[in-house]
């Protein structure tokens, strides 16, 4: 087995290429260098290091110090999120981490250290020093609290806490202002601000909801001193809870009304009035265990039985004559007491507030879907789909209308269009495609057709197995049957003797030149003659 010759390889490339047209080294000069630059891209793309989050939700100085420790680390870098993410080669995360955490970074606090404030605290302190210390603790924590809040970046809190004073009755009451700055595209809803105004407010002794302020980064009051925390937040609640309960209701009914009407053909409207006072009903009621068995009874009688005048005559100072004498009287008088026993029965109902007050629904029909429709029974439908009970006052109220359905034609319309236009540039797509595909096809076939050698001018123009003649043909002969006389120099011949000698360096050169062509017309020579 020969071994692999790089001198030989390069010698048929050359001989290759020489054999191109300008056009095609061209291509093949540029399809070259594409492949060069490729391979230099995708290296390139292959050895950059993937980067990963180190720190992310920095401030800005702690951003400018941790990036200042990776430059002098020698540690590439870069930064995302407008600045608040820096991040490091992937290999490189829990590395750096741990050695910017034992140089203390991030400090993550923007200035406020919270309690560990007090860990700072010498013995040599004064009491306002420990006061003031502690104030400026409870601050960075209660800011670190905001800040844990989704959508909130940073917060700053600034309390305003009176001395306490035993000789004064009317001591001032604690404030509290809390500055939020949000993430871009984020609002806090009334919720979260309510949110917050407690959190500050249940962690200061004797500060109301009331006395909080919140600020957002753009100066816009959130929550303004004065006002009840739970108004705002409970207002939105109960918002929601209205339009849920009335978009619920709608949906119920409107899935009716679309299967026997049509989809598209009746539309749903509900107004729920919700009663969100909370109300608390107490009752005592007493029943008898058991009529039939008394507790307890008594029997009382008196009788009496004797002579003498009435009792009679008229109060007062002066004395008025009595009747005198008499007839004998008696009396009986007899008295029963019984007691039954009796049960208690305490009962306590809290009714939870949103419970329905009133409901109103109306349903539009579409005048062309409502030939075969019965409006009495659509009517009662509609009531017991929908839940309405006649004695809150609830209403229903079912009509028919022409819809105007111009906008739906259009926006249908131009939702056929856009099908038609995404349907045309991907026909468009796969055209370009499959164009592409049948150039580069041509393309591969004519260059291969052209990169067979074309012969020279002095060079036989196709190769074909002649039949060996029995007698030895001269030399004349065979260039004549080889189809090489046109290669021979256009000149006058003077002898034969000449001209055999110029055939013979004729063959020689074709030979060097050529020699795979002169043993295939060898190679045919000997097959016809052995056979």
Known sequence: MNGFDPKALLTRVGRLFSGFTPGQRVVTGVAALAVVVGAVLFVSWVS????????????????????????????????????????????????????????????????????????????????????????????GEL???VESIDGVQ??????????????????????????????????????????VVHLVSGSVPKLSPEQVTVADATGKVLHAAGTPGSDTAGADARDQQKRAFSDATAAAVQSMLDTVVGPGKAVVRVDADLNFDQQTIDREQYVPTNPNIPLSSSKTTEKYTGTGAPVGGVLGPVATAGTTGGSGSNYTKSDDKLTNAVGTVKEKTTLAPGQVRRMSVAVIVDAKSAGAVNFSQLSALVAAAAGLDPKRGDVVQVSQMAFDTTAAAAASKELAQAASDRQRAQLIDIGKTVGLGVILVLALLIGLRRSRRQPGPGEPQAIEVFRVPTAPAPIDALLEQAELRPALPQRPVDSATELRGRSRESVATMARERPDDVARLLRGWMAEDHA
């Open 48 to 139: 950059k290091p993937t980067y990963a989050p180190l720190f992310t939700g920095l401030s800005s100085a702690d951003a400018g110090a941790v990036t200042a420790k990776l430059t002098e680390a020698g540690e590439p870098y870069q930064l995302a999120d407008g600045g608040q993410t820096v991040m490091v080669p992937q290999a490189d995360v829990y590395q750096q981490r741990i050695t910017l955490a034992g140089q203390g970074l991030p400090a993550g606090d923007n200035g406020s250290q919270g309690y560990s404030l007090l860990d700072k605290q010498s013995m040599t302190s004064s009491d306002f020093q420990q006061k003031v210390t502690y104030q400026r603790a409870l601050e």
């Open 154 to 195: 940073a917060a700053v809190v600034h309390l305003a806490i009176p001395q306490d004073d035993v000789f004064t009755t009317d001591a001032a009451t604690p404030t509290g202002s809390v500055l939020v700055k949000t993430a871009p595209g984020v609002t806090l809803s009334p919720t979260i601000v309510d949110s």
């Open 143 to 145: 800011a670190k609290t």
